[in-house]
C-alpha cells in the first residue's frame, strides 16, 4: 500500500510543475509574458483549489476506484494534448482541466486512506503521502527542465501522462476495496462555522500566505536567473530546484519545534529563515542564491507544517472539512501569488517580486507573534487545555486530507 500510495501521489503532483522551470522557453516559444507563461502552473493550482472540497464530497459518497480512474484518465488525456498544442490558449486551458481533476488522486484518496486505516497505521501511510508530494514536486521540475532537453518539454507531458496511468492501473489493482461509508457523529460543524472560528482562521491565513510566497518564488526564479547578470542555463536552474528536499526533513523539525516551543515560535522561526532566504536571493552569485532557495523550502514547509499541525490538535470534529477548507485557502493563496508577483515582476523585476514575497511575509509573521503570546499564557495557565490542545502543543498530526 505504502508503495502504491507513494506512486500514485508523486505521479500527480508531479504533473503540477512540469512547465516551471522552462516558462523562459515558453515565453519565447509562444511569443507571450512572463506573466502568461506563469498562468500553465497558477491555472493547474487554481483548478485544484476549485475543485478540492467538490472531490471531498464525492469521495465520502463513492468508491475510491472509478474516481481513480476517471480522474487520471482525464489528467493524463490533458498531458497529451499539454504536448500536442500550440497555441498559449489551449495549454493554459488543458493545464487548468488537469487541475480540476488532480484531487481525484489526492483529496480522493486521502480520505479514502482515513477510513479504510487504523490510525496508528494511517500514521505511517499519510507520512509517505506527504513525502509523495514533496518527491513529485521535484520530479516535475526535474522532469520538465533535466530529464528531457529543455526545448523538447513536450516529452514531459508525455511521460507525466504514461506515469499517472500506470500509478492508477496499479492502485486499482493493488489497493483494498472500500469500507461501507459512515459519517462520523463528530462530524458537526460546517464549513462557515469553521470559518467563524479566530484560532483555525489564524491558521489558514498562515497556509494562504506562506504558499503564494513560496509560489511566487519558485515561479518567477527561472526569468531572474535565465537573465543578466547571472544569464543561467535551463538545467542549472532546474538543478536549483533540489532544494526542495530541505522540505522532507523541514516537517518533523517542525513537528518536534511546536511540541517544545509552541506553535507560534514555529512560525516566526519559519517566517524568518523565509523572509532572510528571500533576501538573500538578491545577492547575484549562483551558489548564494542555491543556499537561498534551500532556505526559502526549510522556511517555507516549517511553516506549513506548524500550521496543519496546530489546527488539528484544535479540532475535536469535521477534521475533514477542516482540512478540505485548508488545502483550498492553501492552493487559492498559490495562485493570487503566482498572479500578484507576476505584475511586479513585470514592472520591478525580481526586486519586486522580492519585495512582494517580503511584504506577504508579514502577515504570517504577525500571526506568530500572536499565536506565540497565546502559547505562553496556555503554559502559564493552570486552566485545562482549550480546542483539544493539551500544554505545550502537541505531537504532529497529519491531516486527514494533507495539503
Known amino acids: 500500500m505504502q508503495g502504491v500510495v507513494f506512486a500514485l501521489v508523486a505521479g500527480t503532483f508531479m504533473t503540477v510543475y512540469i512547465p516551471q522551470p522552462v516558462l523562459p522557453i515558453l515565453t519565447r516559444e509562444f511569443g507571450v509574458t512572463p506573466g502568461v507563461a506563469s498562468l500553465t502552473v497558477s491555472a493547474t493550482v487554481f483548478g485544484i483549489a476549485l475543485a478540492n472540497l467538490p472531490f471531498g464530497v464525492l469521495a465520502d459518497r463513492f468508491s475510491i476506484r472509478p474516481l481513480v480512474l476517471g480522474g487520471g484518465a482525464v489528467v493524463a488525456l490533458a498531458s497529451i494534448a499539454c504536448a500536442l498544442t500550440h497555441r498559449m490558449g489551449l495549454l493554459i486551458a488543458a493545464r487548468f482541466l488537469q487541475g480540476l481533476f488532480i484531487p481525484s488522486m489526492s483529496t480522493c484518496l486521502a480520505a479514502y486512506l482515513s477510513r479504510t486505516l487504523p490510525p496508528q497505521r494511517l500514521t505511517v501511510v499519510m507520512g509517505w503521502y506527504v513525502s509523495a508530494t514533496v518527491t513529485g514536486g521535484l520530479g516535475g521540475r526535474l522532469l520538465g527542465g533535466f530529464v528531457f532537453p529543455p526545448e523538447h518539454w513536450r516529452y514531459a507531458f508525455v511521460a507525466a501522462a504514461a506515469l499517472v496511468l500506470a500509478a492508477g492501473i496499479a492502485a486499482l489493482r493493488l489497493l483494498p476495496r472500500d469500507p461501507p461509508h459512515a459519517r462520523s457523529p463528530a462530524e458537526v460543524e460546517g464549513f462557515l462555522a469553521l470559518l467563524r472560528r479566530p484560532e ?204
Open 200 to 403: 483555525l482562521l489564524r491558521m489558514f491565513a498562515v497556509g494562504f500566505f506562506a504558499f503564494a510566497v513560496f509560489s511566487a518564488m519558485f515561479n518567477y526564479v527561472p526569468f531572474y536567473l535565465s537573465g543578466g547578470p547571472l544569464h543561467a542555463s535551463v538545467r542549472v536552474i532546474t538543478l536549483l530546484y533540489l532544494g526542495y528536499v530541505v522540505g522532507i526533513a523541514a516537517g518533523p523539525i517542525s513537528g518536534t519545534l511546536a511540541a517544545r516551543f509552541g506553535t507560534g515560535l514555529t512560525i516566526v522561526l519559519g517566517c524568518a529563515v523565509f523572509g532572510a532566504a528571500i533576501a538573500l536571493t538578491l545577492v547575484p552569485s549562483l551558489a548564494v542564491i542555491a543556499a537561498s532557495l534551500a532556505g526559502i523550502c526549510g522556511g517555507f514547509f516549517a511553516m506549513h507544517a506548524g500550521a496543519v499541525g496546530a489546527m488539528n490538535r484544535r479540532l475535536t470534529g469535521s477534521r475533514g472539512r477542516a482540512n478540505s477548507l485548508y488545502v483550498l485557502l492553501y492552493y487559492l493563496g498559490g495562485a493570487a501569488g503566482i498572479s500578484v508577483a507576476g505584475a511586479a515582476f513585470s514592472r520591478w523585476g525580481w526586486a519586486g517580486a522580492a519585495a512582494f514575497g517580503g511584504a506577504a511575509l508579514t502577515v504570517p509573521l504577525s500571526i506568530g507573534i500572536v499565536e506565540a503570546v497565546h502559547d505562553r499564557e496556555r503554559r502559564r495557565s493552570p486552566g485545562p487545555p482549550q480546542c483539544g490542545e493539551p500544554f505545550g502543543a502537541a505531537k504532529l498530526h497529519m491531516p486527514t486530507r494533507a495539503p
